[in-house]
């Protein structure tokens, strides 16, 4: 069965500072991953996904994300976080051999402090 | 471009009455997704469509709740009754062809539904 764990309900960092949201995934097959974003009152917002090829896929608004087969982690990553930042992050996998669900993870709240 | 609509943006009903939520998706695209937000239970999928057809409605909580696509252009999710534990923000999305395998969802802004 898929299915794709966040495991920190928030991140804090400092403004200026790098940040990482983590994610692993569980899949058969080929796994597809996509991270969204979800500003308060909101619809989610596509950032990045990784389907194939290079490893770290780079998005929307300075973030990228690394995919570690072996680790089977998707996690993201931004340089240098911004206020305008914080928002919930979600984590999203579908197998390759699949039709269908894709699956999000519980989400992720970053907090960037000034 | 318009993106998915959803409405009405917020709905407060009370507990037995009928709920209907639209959404009209993004022009071209071919498939839906209907999803469920709680901070119990996260982002829940609770069906989808391509080309109109439902493909699967497995999230489907019970028979309470139906999902129609008439059209390319609209969709409708239906509560009927209503109970205060359908409370919670209901997304619509779509994709273009594809969309459930690896192709980007696109959300509507959501419906946020309290039932008193």
């Known amino acids: 069965a898929q299915s794709v764990a966040q495991p920190e309900d928030q991140v804090n960092v400092a403004e200026g500072n790098p940040l990482t949201v983590k994610c692993t995934y569980s899949?058969?097959?080929?796994?597809?991953l996509f991270w969204y974003v979800q500003y308060p009152n909101r619809g989610l917002q596509f950032l990045l996904k990784?389907?194939?090829?290079?490893?770290l896929v780079k998005g929307s608004y300075g973030f990228e994300a690394e995919f570690n087969k072996s680790q089977t982690s998707f996690h993201l990553k931004k340089p240098s976080a911004l206020v305008s930042d914080s928002a919930l992050y979600f984590c999203?996998?579908?197998?390759?051999?699949?039709?269908?669900?894709?699956?999000f993870g519980q989400g992720t709240t970053l907090q960037v402090k000034p | 471009d318009a993106g998915v609509i959803q409405s009405p943006r917020h709905e407060v009903t009370e507990m037995g009455q009928e709920v209907t939520l639209r959404c009209k998706p993004i022009?071209?695209?071919?498939?839906l997704f209907w999803y469920r937000q709680t901070m119990m239970r996260g982002l829940e999928l609770l069906i989808y469509?391509?080309?109109?057809?439902?493909?699967?409605d497995s999230g489907m909580p019970e028979d309470r709740f139906s999902a129609k696509m008439p059209n390319a252009s609209f969709s409708t999710l239906k509560i009927q009754p209503s109970e205060p534990r359908d409370s919670a923000v209901y997304f619509c999305?779509?994709?273009?062809?594809?969309?459930?395998?690896?192709?980007?969802?696109?959300f509507g802004p959501g419906t946020r539904l309290t039932v008193l």
């Open positions: 999305a779509s994709g273009p062809q594809g969309a459930y395998g690896t192709d980007t969802q696109y």
């Open positions: 899949v058969s097959g080929n796994p597809y």
């Open positions: 990784y389907i194939t090829g290079d490893n």
């Open positions: 999203a996998v579908r197998g390759s051999g699949n039709t269908g669900k894709l699956i």
């Open positions: 022009s071209g695209h071919n498939s």
């Open positions: 469509f391509n080309n109109n057809v439902p493909i699967d």
